[in-house]
C-alpha cells in the first residue's frame, strides 16, 4: 500500500516538556517508530523520552512508508531498542539496507523452528528461515531481546536467538466493508502488553494473533475490542 502522509502537522512539533519528562519516567514500555522522526523536533523529544525511561521496554515497530527514512533513523533507532516490530517484508529491506549476512538461514535445523510441520510446504519454510537468519543478525548487531515480525494472514512470530513461537491464527467472522489496517497495530499493542505482563512467548503471539486477526475482521483501525471474548480467550 501507499499513503499520502502530511507534513507540518502537529505530531512533526512534538515539544519535550514536564509531561512528557513524568509520562516515560513512568513508563512500563514506549513503542516507537520512524515516522515522527522525520522532524528533528520530534525525533530529539523521542530521545529524551527514551533516555529517560530507563524501566521501559523499548518496542521499535519501524513501519517503513515511502518516502523511506534515512539509515541513520533506522540504526539509532536499532540501538536505541530493546524489540524490533516489523514484517517479513521490512526485514527484507533491512537485510538489504544494513548488509546483513543471512547465510545461517540455509539450514532449517539451525533454528528451533516450532512452525515447520508437514502442513508447511518447504519453500514457505525455506523463506520463513531466511527471516529467521535475518532476525538472529539484527539481534546480535543491535543487542536486541528479540524480533516481533509478522506475516499477514499467516499471524506473527516472536523470535528470541534462533527460538521461533508461533500460533495459530484464529478465523473471525468478517464484516463486510472489513479492511486490514491497523491488524500491526492491533499486534503491537498485544506484543506490549504481554512483554510487561511477563507472559510466556507463546501467549503473547496468541493474543497477538487474535488482536490482529480481529482488526482484519472489521472497518477501519478502532473497532473496540469484543471485552467478553477476550476475557475467555486471555
Known sequence: PTYVIGRDVAWDAIAFDQ??????RRAAAICFGTLAQRSPLTAATLSSCLEIAGQAIKIFDINLRLPYPSLDIIQ????????????????????????????TGSQADNFDNSTATSQNPSK???AQNQSAAISVSL????????????????????????RLTTAPVPSLPQAADADSVGAGDAASAALAIGLVARWPDEKIVQLANYCGAFAASQRGATTPFPSQSLANQF
Open 124 to 126: 514457505q519454510i525455506a
Open 19 to 24: 509531561t512528557a519528562h513524568e509520562l516515560s
Open 76 to 103: 539509532r533507532s536499532l540501538h536505541q531498542a530493546d524489540v524490533l516490530k516489523c514484517n517479513e517484508d521490512e526485514l527484507q529491506l533491512l537485510a538489504k539496507w544494513l548488509e546483513l549476512d543471512t547465510t
Open 139 to 162: 539481534q546480535q548487531r543491535f543487542d536486541l531481546n528479540c524480533v516481533f515480525w509478522t506475516r499477514g494472514s499467516q499471524g506473527c512470530i516472536l523470535q528470541r536467538a534462533n
